[in-house]
Every structure is written in C-alpha cells, then in structure tokens.
C-alpha cells in the first residue's frame, strides 16, 4: 500500500506540479491546502502519513503555526518546504519538530528521498514510543517500593512493597537507617555505591534519578534495583527514596536488544549488527588499531524461492535455520556470521588470510551446505552461491563492501551457481555500466528512439513471403546499434520490457495498418512476448492495439516462449486461448531449449512450433542436432501444428529441413531483419 501525503502550498501550478510528481512516484496524494486552516482540517480528516507543508501560505496562518497545531492533535510527520529560509525562520520551523527541510525548486530524487527517510524515521520513533508505552504499562502495574527518611537518614515510613524487594519483616524497616536497610554495591564496572546517609548524598539525588545499584536483601540474595529520591522538605532535608526490582526490567530490554540485533528465526547477527561490526572492522584499520586483511562473503541459497512456494514457508524456515547452524559450525568463533536477509547469509572473516583463506571458508561454506537435509520426511538437496570480497584496505564504508560483495554474489548465481566468485574491478564496471544502459533505455524510450526491424518468413512449399517477425532495435546517438542480447535482458531484469513490449506492439500494429492501406497484405507479422508482460492483462493489450490501429487480428502472431509457457500453465492457457478465440496466432518460439512435455503442449492453442536456431546452426555437421530437429519436427506433425526453423544461413541447411517436411523458414539465407523503408520494398517486390 503506497504511502499518503498532504501537500500544503499556497500557489495552485506549484501544487499540481507536485501532486503530479508524487503520484508518478508511486504515492497517494490525499489532497491540497492552500491556507493554514484548511491545512489542519484536512490533516485531522484524511490522517496521512506525511504531510508537505510550504512556511509560506495565503491568510493569518504560515505553515508553521499550522505544522504545530497538526502536531498537537496528531503525530503526522512534517517536512517543510520553503524557496526561503533564515536563522529566524528556521528557528520557529524547528519548535515544531519538523521531519525535514527541502528548499525550492527541487528534484525528484531529493523530494523521494526526503520523503523516505521521514517516513522511516516517524515509523522509528513511533515503533520506539510504543515500545516504551508497553514497557512503561507492565511496570507500572508493579507497585514502587517507598521508603521516607528523616535529616539523620533513620527511615520513618516503608510501604510493603519496599519490604518485600528488601526481604524484612512488616514494620521490621522502622527506625533503621537507609544505609542499613538498602545494602547497595555496584551495579557495573567503576560505577560507586550511593551512601544514603551522607550530606553529599542529598545534594547527588537533586540532580539524579533512576540510579541503578544492586540490592542486598535480608536473606541474602541480590537483585538489581532502581533508585529514586526526592526532597519532602528542603529545609528539614526530609527525603522520599523510591526503590523498584528491575530483574524484570532487564529482562526485557535484554530481549529488546537481542531482537534490535539478531535474527529472530536463526538467532544469528542480523544485518545492523553485521553492518555496525563491518564498519568497525574498516575504522580500526584506518585509525591504525589493527593491520591486514579482512574479507566479507555473501551466501546465497541457490533456487530458495521454489522451497517456499513447493513446500511452504515453515519448510523453508526449517531450512533457513538448519543452513544457519551450518554455516556458523564451519567458521571460527571470532569471526561473524549473520542472517542478512531472506536467504542471505553474510560472513565477516576478519582478520583473513587474503584470498586464499577466504576461499577456503568458501568451499567450506558449500559443501556443508550441499549436505542433504530431511524435513518433514523430505530430503531436500540444496546447493549455495558465494560471492567474496577481501578488503585491502581499499573500502572506506560497510555500504562499498556491501554492494560490492552483492554484485561478486549476483554473479556467481548467473556464472557459477554452487560455487564462489571473488569480486574484481571489472564487475563493478559492469554494475556500472548496467546502469547506464538502464538510464538510457528509459530515456530512448520516453524520446520514441527504438525502433522496429522486420525479417522475411518464407514458406518453404511456394518460395513464398508468409509472414515476418517484428524485432525492436536500439539506435544509440552516441554508440550506434546495441545489439538486442546486451538490452533485452535488462529490459527483463528492470521491468522496462513492459513499456518496451507495448511500444513494439503498437508500432507494428500500426505498420500493418500502413501496408495495408498501400495494398501490401496476405501475411501476419509475429510479435515476440515476454513472461514479464504475461503478468499484466495481455489480451486488453492486444485488443487495444488492434483496435487503435484497425487491423485484423489474423494478421498478428503473439511468440511465447517454453518458459513463460511452462510458467503459471494454467492461467496461461486461459489467457492464450483467449488471444486465440480473438483471431490471433501463437507460435511457441526458441523450441528445444526450454522443458516442454507433449501434455502440456496440448492445453496450449499454438499453430506454429519454432525450431531454436542452436540446433540450426550446425544442422549440415552435427547427427545429434539433426536428430533432434527431425524429431521437433515430426512431433509438430503430430500435433498438426506448423514447423519454423529459425536462423537459416545455407543452402545445405535449407535441404535438409525439406527433406525434413520443415513448413517455414526464417534466416539470413531469405532475408536479414530489415528496417520499415527496406521491408516495403522487399514487399512491393
């Protein structure tokens, strides 16, 4: 659920504008107020979560004084935002205690953030305040002990909770001197033990409260106490002593910072402790307390997901905690290893060996994981990816270890899941450069700079033009053509497929509707899908476009590929019939490579099977790849569904799927994909 935010600004464009811009950022805009008035008003009816407030506003009331009569009713985070400030202005702003302060104009990025860390911050101190509500509810429920004392320090009133904390009899407190009924020593290392009866004493609780001591009881034992004390009479020196047990107590705040700072399932490190002991290990090397190496791995639980969603997550829990007593059997005590999140286990080695040790631990790390384990009568076999990082003495934060450890992870679960990859310099070039192209993918999609390309499919009975694939093209400005394998796999791991997808669409939609109008007809072009598209409402999608465009739906092929096919099996034959009842064309496309049965096939409302060009390539050579692809296509037979053999460069090859009874063909040998001006004249041809 989005966060909701108020926006408080006297100017009507400015508030648009920012309305705008926070609802594009994924938040709800509750509503605006231009006066300081309406401000409150709206704050205490639409409770939001976060309130924009401009110090400048229309009538008697500025943000301020609004921003304190909001906080007085309501705790409702406040960041101010102001094109002026001042010492003075800032000095009103901060009785108010404001969340933050954006001057104007400013950015997106700013404003997000500013948000964000209000946000966190208003959840930290409310989670805080309820915690000490909570605490301060069970405490007060247990009565205080109260012992009063004269200027000789002899005690003249003792309440039976005093005597029970003390362990006397009722009355026996009577006449006693404070020193002799509170027997205190130290409550920790070089603190001193309070003397009740000195002058000093009476001077010490006027600036004092809540002194920890332990307590001596009667009968022998001792139990850690709270002390208090207040003067009755200044002049008489006639002093009320408050005394609680607060075995209690510690109790909870042991219990409050063990959950503040270890992983509540495996009892391991969790990430602030693992971040706070990281940052120590870099400060004690900068500030020369320690010499050499210390290494960070990250652990990463290979295919964790599919444990969850298969066997439930009391399953996975199990085997989070069984990994967790593994991997912590495996390292030295003097080391760290925490539960940093989901199935991350992080590793502190310090100090560390260089590589060498790291890798080490490394392969110790996963052939104790590799283990089989039994859980419910299951035995699940499970394998880790490490990624590793030695500081040298070239990281100055835990954050630069952190990311750089998560890339060194990231690619050992794409190169060498089970196995370890030690970060370098190269990969964190490549994060860098992911980022550029992700960048400039968002940019060269709002600026309409992608493009379509369209190669030929030629049925191979008639020689003949059947139908085409429409493939996007990136014309960089400055880099030129970037392949499709270097963008696409970012458009799938960002989610910029979604637009991307959409835009091919409707481009080739509307390029149908172009050819037709010029009189070029009598074949469909065939659109590649993508699984993260599938998640969305495809079939709307479509009709939309056909609909803005004007085509037919039988001249629009929809490719699907084995994975995505195989990926939600039944809401995905819902959804591809659906397209099919509508006139449309599936084609499952790169078939071969991916785990399709025959069964499943069957559910699927496909007309055309398309043969990966991997088995293509070296057809002429290769038995197996032959085999293979006599086999695809005599099971499309089979199925009645047609048969395109995709990546054709020969005449050799082209034999082959002939002899073969391949239905179609799509190659360079017929055709390289092509831009639209090049493609129409191929088709006037």
Request: charged content about 25%; aromatic content about 8%.
């Amino acid at each position: 659920m989005s966060s909701s935010i108020l926006i408080v600004e006297d100017e009507v464009l400015v508030a648009r504008d920012v309305s705008a811009r926070l609802e594009r950022m994924g938040y709800t805009v509750v509503g605006t107020a231009a006066k300081g008035e309406d401000a409150i008003k709206l704050a205490l009816s639409e409770k939001p979560n976060l309130i924009l407030m401009d110090i400048n506003l229309r009538g008697e009331m500025d943000g301020i004084e609004a921003a304190k009569k909001i906080n007085e009713a309501s705790s409702i985070p406040v960041i101010f935002c102001t094109a002026y400030s001042n010492d003075e202005v800032l000095q009103r702003a901060k009785v108010t205690s404001p969340f933050g302060y954006v001057l104007k104009p400013f950015d997106n990025r700013e404003l997000s953030i500013n948000i964000e860390i209000a946000l966190y911050k208003h959840k930290v101190e409310q989670d805080l305040s309820d915690t000490k509500k909570n605490l301060d509810a069970t405490l007060n429920n247990v009565s205080d002990g109260v012992v009063a004392a004269d200027a000789d320090g002899k005690i003249f009133l003792i309440n039976p909770m005093a005597e029970k904390i003390v362990g006397c009899d009722p009355g026996a407190g009577f006449g006693m001197t404070l020193d002799d009924l509170l027997k205190l020593k130290a409550f920790e290392s070089g603190q001193a033990v309070i003397n009740l009866t000195s002058p000093e004493t009476f001077a010490y609780w006027k600036q004092f409260s809540g002194i920890r001591q332990l307590l001596t009881r009667t009968d022998g034992q001792t139990v850690p106490i709270e002390l208090s004390a207040s003067f009755l009479d200044e002049g008489s020196n006639l002093t009320v002593i408050t005394l609680r047990d607060i075995s209690q107590q510690l109790g909870y705040e042991e219990t409050i910072q063990k959950n503040a700072l270890f992983d509540s399932l495996t009892e391991l490190p969790n990430r602030a402790l693992f971040v706070d002991r990281l940052n120590r290990a870099i400060n004690r090397r900068e500030k020369g307390g320690q010499q050499g190496e210390f290494s960070v791995l990250f652990v990463g639980l290979d295919g964790f997901a599919v444990i969850n969603e298969g066997f439930g997550h009391e399953v996975g829990d199990k085997v989070i905690t069984e990994m967790g007593k593994r991997i912590r059997k495996v390292i030295r005590d003097d080391h760290t290893v925490s539960r940093f999140s989901g199935d991350i286990f992080a590793v502190l080695l310090d100090p560390v060996d260089a590589v060498a040790e790291s890798i080490q631990v490394c392969q110790q790390i996963t052939t104790a994981v590799q283990e089989p384990i039994a859980v419910n009568d299951k035995t699940l076999n499970i394998t880790a990816s490490v990624g590793v990082l030695v500081n040298s003495g070239d990281y100055h934060s835990a954050d630069e270890m952190l990311r750089d450890a998560g890339t060194a992870l990231h690619r050992a679960k794409t190169d060498a899941q089970g196995s370890y990859v030690v970060f370098d310099n190269l990969m964190y070039e490549d994060a860098l450069r992911f980022i550029d192209r992700k960048n400039d993918m968002q940019k060269a999609l709002v600026e309409g700079v992608f493009d379509v390309y369209y190669q030929p499919i030629i049925d191979l009975k008639t020689g003949q033009l059947a139908s085409m694939e429409a493939l996007a093209r990136w014309p960089h400005p400055k880099e030129g053509m970037i392949p499709p394998d270097e963008f696409i796999p970012i458009a799938e791991a960002t989610g910029l497929i979604m637009p991307l997808g959409e835009f091919v669409l409707r481009k080739v939609c509307n390029q149908i509707r172009s050819w037709n109008d010029m009189g070029l007809d009598g074949f469909r072009v065939a659109v590649n899908f993508s699984a993260r598209q599938f998640e969305t409402d495809v079939l709307a999608l479509v009709q939309a476009a056909m609909a803005t465009s004007g085509i037919l739906p039988s001249t629009l092929t929809i490719e699907i590929t084995e994975g995505l096919a195989m990926k939600d099996v039944a809401r995905n034959a819902i959804m591809l019939e659906d397209l099919r009842r509508l006139g449309v064309n599936i084609s499952m496309d790169d078939f071969g490579t991916g785990y399709s049965s025959l069964s499943y096939l069957k559910r699927f409302p496909l007309a055309t099977l398309k043969i990966d060009r991997s088995f293509i390539k070296d057809l002429e050579t290769d038995e197996d790849d032959k085999e293979i692809t006599k086999a695809i296509i005599a099971m499309g037979q089979s199925l009645n569904l047609a048969t395109l053999a995709e990546g054709v460069e020969n005449e050799a090859q082209l034999e082959i799927l002939r002899s073969y009874g391949c239905d179609y063909i799509q190659g360079n040998y017929y055709g390289k994909p092509m831009p639209v001006a090049d493609m129409t004249e191929y088709l006037n041809r």
